[in-house]
């Protein structure tokens, strides 16, 4: 069972993590760590974030999005239960520093918060990645 201070924790631990892999993969591309988050490298940083976290003692998978509307996308999923996407603002038009770098979410509240960020006509794309998740031998 999740308590509110697990969830706080585990939100500050990806947080203060992600900064340091925009970092990282800021100077391996050679971008500015500043832009990383919308950049559209998921294939750098959540490898990265997967990694790190199940350092910490978390159960983080990568899940990967391959469609016809774009070559490919990952974030990562804890628990089976929690999205975390540290390069989801590549979906917007342009990237907006009023809104999280990183998508932190309850799967089952998925759905509204795309929907709260105007990203409906981009929601298969992580609900595709997921029911791949929900389909795969290992699970």
Same mark, same amino acid.
């Given at each position: 069972?999740?308590?509110?201070?697990?969830?706080?924790? &585990?939100?500050?631990?990806?947080?203060? *993590?992600?900064?340091?892999?925009?970092?990282?993969?800021?100077?391996?591309?050679?971008?500015? *760590?500043?832009?990383?988050?919308?950049?559209?490298?998921?294939?750098?940083?959540?490898?990265?974030?997967?990694?790190?976290?199940?350092?910490?003692?978390?159960? *983080?998978?990568?899940?990967?999005?391959?469609?016809?509307?774009?070559?490919? #996308?990952?974030?990562?999923?804890? /628990?089976?239960? &929690?999205?975390?996407?540290?390069?989801?603002?590549?979906?917007?038009?342009?990237?907006?520093?009023?809104?999280?770098?990183? &998508?932190?979410?309850?799967?089952?509240?998925?759905?509204?918060?795309?929907?709260?960020?105007?990203?409906?006509?981009?929601?298969?794309?992580?609900?595709? *990645?997921?029911?791949?998740? /929900?389909?795969?031998? #290992? #699970?």
């Amino acid at each position: 069972m999740k308590t509110e201070s697990n969830s706080d924790e &585990l939100e500050g631990k990806i947080n203060s *993590a992600i900064e340091e892999i925009y970092k990282d993969v800021g100077l391996k591309c050679n971008l500015n *760590a500043e832009s990383v988050y919308f950049s559209g490298r998921c294939e750098d940083v959540s490898p990265a974030l997967v990694e790190k976290l199940n350092k910490e003692g978390f159960r *983080a998978k990568l899940v990967h999005y391959g469609g016809w509307d774009i070559t490919s #996308h990952e974030f990562v999923l804890i /628990d089976d239960t &929690l999205v975390v996407d540290p390069t989801w603002q590549q979906f917007l038009s342009e990237p907006d520093p009023n809104l999280p770098r990183v &998508l932190i979410c309850d799967v089952s509240k998925l759905d509204q918060v795309l929907e709260k960020l105007s990203l409906q006509d981009k929601k298969h794309i992580w609900q595709k *990645a997921l029911d791949e998740v /929900d389909k795969s031998p #290992h #699970h």
